[in-house]
């Protein structure tokens, strides 16, 4: 089985592209290097000692895509590409839609001229707004608050009408909580050359001195210690998340959302906290403002991918917290 992964240099996507090849699956990958390195190509063939073959260049270039469903009968796609920093959606809209709305509607548009209709999407727990109640379940109300959740609600939209006119796709949305962590190799894992918006990336710059220190948004929110809670997954996990997706989407026919998280929460203070003690190592901290748009505590229901996908996270925070820091140190 052949499966295209765009965006495969990318965090999750590299992640993914490794859990595929161990679980014997042949990919073929593509990246624009627009926020990945090219070296990420030879790191995930030094993890899994295989080949695949990469391309770089642009999902919304449809001459591209034609050339790889040409050159290679693929059988599925798993579809990461996209930009995904919220704050920067905001200041630039029309950079989001087009980048996210275009790349998917040329990679559907040429899989059906090639008569592959299996696609499994990343989606993100964004797309539940502000959620009616914990843990969040997959047929809750959708929302958004931000044109970067705007472009994965559409998208998820956009797959749900395609499944309409023509039952034979099988498509799985999944709706990520709040990856964190890195191979356990070193060689892959998630560090961003500007100042990071989110949390673990933020805490990781601060441990090697990179930043001076943290500011934690808030501590009076409705949380057991007034700190913000979240659903943090590690990557590998939610790079097999996609192995199981993968398999389910190559056998049924339909379009099923899936929460990919552990269902528990952490507190910024806990990871912060965790982070300090399995590392052997201080971070910096303070308690400012809260972030706005921000809402107390997130968490999945995971019940569903278990029963459906034969899937679940299994490392903890812990491991989260020292596969984190190993990565980026080695980069160091
Ligand atoms: P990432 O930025 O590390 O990876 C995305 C990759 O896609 C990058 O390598 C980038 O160069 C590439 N890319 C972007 N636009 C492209 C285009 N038009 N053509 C070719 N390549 C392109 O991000 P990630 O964290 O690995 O996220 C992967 C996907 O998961 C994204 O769609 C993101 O929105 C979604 N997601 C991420 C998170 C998270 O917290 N990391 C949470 C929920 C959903
Ligand atoms: C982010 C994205 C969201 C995406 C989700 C999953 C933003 C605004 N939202 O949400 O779209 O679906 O990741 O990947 O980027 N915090 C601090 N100090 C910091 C950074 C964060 O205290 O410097 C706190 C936040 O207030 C929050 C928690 O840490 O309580 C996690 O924040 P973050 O890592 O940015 O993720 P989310 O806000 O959950």
Redesign the pocket.
């Known amino acids: 089985m052949k499966i295209l992964v765009t965006g495969g240099t990318g965090y999750i996507g590299s992640h993914a592209c490794v859990e595929l090849l161990n679980a014997g699956y042949e990919i073929v990958a593509i990246d624009n290097f627009s926020n990945s390195k090219p070296e990420v190509v030879q790191k995930i063939k030094e993890i899994t000692k295989k080949e695949f073959i990469f391309y770089e260049g642009d999902v919304c270039d449809k001459d591209i895509l034609n050339k790889i469903f040409k050159e290679n009968k693929i059988d599925a796609v798993i579809h990461f590409a996209g930009f995904k920093?919220?704050?920067e959606s905001v200041q630039k809209p029309l950079k989001y839609y087009r980048n996210n709305l275009d790349s998917t509607l040329s990679l559907l548009e040429v899989m059906t001229e090639f008569n592959c209709k299996k696609i499994v999407f990343s989606s993100?727990?964004?797309v539940y707004g502000q959620p009616k109640s914990l843990p969040i379940k997959e047929d809750f109300a959708l929302s958004t608050t931000?044109p970067?959740?705007s472009t994965k609600l559409m998208i998820e939209d956009i797959l749900r009408d395609l499944y309409i006119s023509d039952n034979t796709w099988s498509i799985a949305l999944l709706r990520?909580?709040?990856?964190i962590g890195a191979h356990e190799s070193g060689l892959i894992g998630e560090n961003p050359n500007d100042i990071?918006?989110?949390?673990?990336p933020?805490i990781v710059k601060v441990a090697i001195g990179q930043l001076e220190v943290?500011?934690?948004?808030?501590n009076d929110y409705d949380t057991p210690d007034g700190?913000?809670?979240?659903d943090y997954i590690h990557v590998v996990d939610l790079a097999k998340g996609h192995v199981k997706a993968i398999e389910k989407v190559l056998k049924d026919s339909g379009v099923d959302a899936y929460n990919l998280g552990t269902g528990k929460g952490y507190s910024?203070l806990e990871l912060v906290n965790t982070f300090m003690e399995v590392n052997d190592v201080k971070v910096k901290y303070q308690i400012v403002d809260?972030?706005p748009?921000?809402i107390a505590a997130?968490y999945a229901d995971a019940m569903k991918a278990k029963l459906v996908l034969n899937w679940q996270a299994e490392k903890d925070i812990k491991q989260m917290c020292k596969d984190a820091y190993n990565f980026v140190k080695k980069q160091k």
């Open positions: 920093a919220v704050g993100s727990a964004t931000n970067y959740g990520y909580f709040n990856p990071p918006n989110n949390l673990m933020y943290l500011s934690v948004f808030g700190t913000g809670v979240r910024v809260r972030r748009g921000d997130c």
